[in-house]
């Protein structure tokens, strides 16, 4: 088990870097960048007293892209790893900043989409294992074909236009009601955890396919092991097979 979790770690640090470098070398390979726009807006104001070529010199050198692709990415990367990400062009501050901002709500909405997804996936993938072949196996894995093949952004505009605009059970947008400030605090708990129902509906609907096809496929393999039969051939009852057998095995990488 140590040396899976090592390898796991190892292969994550691994995609990270190279993904990071992939996309950092096609960001600044691109033929024009967001910094000659900024030093365009800045040198047509009439306070500056810099021209255009003097901004674009600035802005590269605050951004370390007057820098080779892989310089520049080793001195981004040192950034990174200290937590320092440069200043959001669009907002004006720091980057760390508007994480502070959205971090904890995302974690929350992330950590109940999980438990969630737990609660859901491992039942019904067991289900489709046990039902294997009929038409409860087929309806779960269409559904949790569909939740693997979506894209985010597209569920997430249907839920919102069928729940938010056309029924009106859920807000559009926003963490609070108009009336959050007057709420008690266990109200403005609800008021929250109403404005979150959408955001993690999505995210589990999503999330929910692949764990499910892992779950079945795990127990159909575990279920045709000879100490299951073997259970069977005891007389243990169907459930004692499924919960105290085959399933803890599935839960082993």
Not at 10 to 35: E, K, M, Q
Not at 228 to 252: C, D, Q, W, Y
Request: no cysteine; net charge positive; hydrophobic share 45%.
């Amino acid at each position: 088990m140590r040396n899976f979790i090592l390898r796991r770690v190892f292969l994550g640090i691994f995609i990270i870097f190279f993904g990071a470098l992939l996309v950092y070398t096609v960001i600044r390979s691109l033929p024009t960048s967001y910094v000659e726009t900024i030093a365009r807006q800045r040198a047509s104001n009439p306070l500056s007293t810099k021209s255009y070529q003097e901004w674009l010199d600035q802005l590269n050198e605050v951004y370390g892209l007057n820098k080779g692709i892989v310089p520049g990415f080793i001195d981004w990367g040192k950034n990174a790893v200290r937590g320092n990400f440069g200043e959001s062009w669009h907002y004006g501050v720091p980057v760390t900043e508007k994480f502070n901002d959205v971090i904890g709500i995302s974690l929350v909405v992330n950590a109940i989409t999980f438990f969630v997804q737990i609660l859901i996936a491992i039942p019904l993938g067991i289900m489709a294992a046990r039902k294997q072949y009929s038409v409860t196996d087929y309806a779960i894995t269409i559904f949790a074909l569909m939740g693997i093949s979506l894209p985010t952004f597209f569920l997430a505009t249907v839920l919102k236009y069928v729940f938010s605009i056309q029924l009106g059970w859920f807000p559009l947008y926003g963490l609070t009601g108009r009336f959050h400030t007057t709420m008690t605090p266990i109200m403005q708990l609800l008021d929250k955890g109403y404005h979150m129902v959408l955001p993690i509906l999505t995210l589990m609907m999503l999330s929910v396919g692949g764990l499910m096809r892992y779950t079945r496929t795990n127990m159909l393999e575990v279920l045709n092991s000879d100490y299951i039969r073997t259970a069977r051939a005891k007389g243990l009852p169907e459930s004692v097979v499924i919960n105290k057998h085959a399933f803890r095995n599935t839960l082993i990488p």
